[in-house]
């Protein structure tokens, strides 16, 4: 590592202001995360990624998807997913049905049972995460964080073919 100090001058490190930001923002993502974790654990014994798993599955047409368009949607590796999956057609919520134009490919179906234990968790859900981030802020800091964290998200999305992401590993 060099140390020199015109090796500094190549880095545009954070600045005071910056890394408090930035400690600011892991700080309260981390607290948030865990908070809607045992949120769920506590009312629907399942982890706050699950619940994300069946309400994309929710909302998609006919509730199933193909496993790689669920694995996108989520932002998670495909390993990840299948275990998810694993864990939610043990508890009856989904099920898995082979693709008929794709050999290989698998579609994630949300049962009805599934969707109950959506109707049932949705409302404490809700509850836990206005109470931890909406109503903390006001009309104008929400529309604010909307726009800030769509810049980021517009930002990290790579577009081009063959980029290193999660649901393609």
């Given amino acids: 590592m060099n ?13 005071d202001e910056e890394q408090r930001v930035w400690r600011a923002y892991l700080h309260a993502t981390t607290l948030l995360e865990d908070h809607l974790d ?27 998807l193909r496993m790689t368009e669920l694995a996108m949607r989520a932002k998670i590796t495909r390993s990840r997913l299948s275990h998810a999956i694993a864990r939610l057609e043990k508890n ?13 490919g698998q579609f994630a179906v949300l049962t009805d049972e599934g969707t109950e234990v959506l109707k049932h968790t949705a409302p404490g ?16 800091q929400q529309k604010a964080l909307g726009e800030i964290m ?19 590993r």
Avoid: N
Wanted: a negative charge.
């Fill in 3 to 15: 140390t020199a100090p015109d090796s500094a001058a190549q880095h545009r490190w954070l600045t």
């Fill in 38 to 64: 045992r949120q769920l654990q506590r009312d629907a014994g399942m982890p706050h990624v699950y619940y994300g798993l069946l309400v994309t599955l929710a909302e998609a047409p006919r509730r199933r």
């Fill in 92 to 104: 009856g919520w989904v099920r898995r049905e082979d693709c008929p134009s794709d050999k290989r």
């Fill in 125 to 140: 859900h809700v509850t836990a995460v206005r109470q931890a981030l909406f109503d903390r802020l006001s009309p104008e």
């Fill in 150 to 168: 769509e810049i980021v998200a517009e930002g990290l999305q790579p577009d081009e073919a063959g980029a290193d992401l999660p649901w393609l």
